[in-house]
């Protein structure tokens, strides 16, 4: 049937020879030809020498800028030891630990009062007195710190199960 529809083509265009009816007549195929150039120009991309040298400076130079930056955060600075000393020390005996941080802040507010009052009356050179550090061992991390580590892992822990359900009730 095709063959006919392709010589009343011929015979309508007048001068189409046998071979473009041949061609009409055979389905349309995609070409492989295209994937086997896309993995040629690959590969003869991947056998340059220089590009293999920048991927390497690229790659050790990332690796320098990850190790630097995460080395100066701030989770990096914190004593793991000792916080995990205060963690085991909270979960022996989690009412004192609580006591002493009600105490601690119940100081810094009488101490910020007083600091307010000091400044109402003029009095520039008031420094607010600090509560000496019982659990810290390191001057550069204080009981404050302590405590702020401690109370955002137990929140976490504690808010984790409505975190994960509304997770799932969003997917």
């Not at 295209?34 to 790659?59: A, D, P, S, T």
């Not at 006591?99 to 007083?114: G, K, L, S, T, V």
Request: no cysteine; charged share 30%.
């Amino acid at each position: 049937m095709k063959r006919d529809g392709g010589r009343i083509l011929y015979n309508a265009i007048d001068g189409i020879d046998e071979k473009w009816i041949r061609l009409a007549d055979e389905p349309v195929q995609a070409k492989k030809e295209n994937r086997h150039f896309v993995g040629y120009e690959l590969k003869k991309l991947f056998g340059i020498r220089y590009l293999w040298v920048f991927l390497v400076i690229l790659l050790l130079l990332n690796s320098g800028i990850a190790w630097y930056t995460a080395s100066n955060t701030y989770a990096a600075s914190e004593p793991n030891g000792m916080i995990a000393e205060f963690f085991a020390l909270y979960f022996e005996n989690p009412d004192e630990l609580d006591a002493h941080y009600a105490e601690m802040q119940a100081f810094e507010a009488q101490q910020h009062a007083i600091f307010m009052e000091m400044m109402r009356e003029g009095n520039r050179d008031y420094e607010m007195e600090e509560m000496p550090d019982i659990y810290s061992t390191d001057g550069d991390f204080s009981d404050r710190e302590l405590f702020g580590v401690l109370y955002r892992a137990v929140d976490a822990a504690r808010e984790y199960p409505e975190v994960i359900t509304a997770v799932i009730e969003r997917a």
